[in-house]
């Protein structure tokens, strides 16, 4: 969950800051694997910036180097998936929906009522909805990629505007042919 995330990491992270098209993105990463993104507007949170204290900066390590990489490819059209290690910390229910968002194609979009029946939840689009607001690795996990059952954007994170960016990235890239 969002608000004790920082228990979670383990010893070893390290983060690091890459600037894309969205914004500055914080990564925190470990041996075990990618941990969270922070958007821009989450980082003045006090959780976010006791990490970074306790924390140190380090973007040379390997797997910030893979991930700042496999990110800028995406923001330029060339990576529609991800391989990277991923370390999650949900709720069951959190970690169904998030394995949903991952199935999501690159340039597509799913209503939350969608997710939660492929989640096994029908009825608990409003609970998906929570989840995804929960990602720790937004982009990677593409909770932007969930929209409104009337295909109206609603709720996100890194704000509408950035989740419109986001998708608006993906359409036009969607009809060129990528390895992934």
């Given at each position: ?5 920082l ?8 983060y ?9 993105l ?74 949903v ?11 939350y ?16 909805g929570m989840a ?9 996990i593409?909770?932007?990629r969930?929209i409104?059952?009337?295909g ?13 960016a ?15």
């Open positions: 969950m969002r608000k004790n995330w228990s979670h990491l383990p010893l070893d992270s390290c690091g800051e890459i600037s894309t098209p969205v914004g500055q914080i990564l925190f990463i470990s041996e075990q694997g990618l941990h969270r993104i922070l958007w821009q507007n989450e980082q003045e949170a006090e959780e976010s910036q006791l990490a970074r204290k306790q924390f140190k900066k380090n973007e040379q390590h390997p797997l910030f180097l893979k991930t700042a990489s496999a990110l800028q490819d995406y923001f330029l059209g060339k990576r529609r998936t991800f391989d990277l290690p991923l370390v999650l910390h949900g709720t069951a229910f959190q970690l169904d929906a998030w394995e968002l991952r199935n999501i194609p690159y340039g597509q979009t799913l209503s009522a969608q997710q939660a029946e492929e989640v096994g939840h029908r009825n608990k689009a409003r609970a998906v995804n607001h929960y990602n720790p690795i937004p982009i990677i593409p909770c932007h969930v409104g059952a009337n109206k954007l609603t709720g996100f994170a890194g704000g509408m505007q950035l989740k419109q986001l998708l608006d990235l993906e359409k036009k890239f969607s009809a060129v042919s990528v390895a992934a």
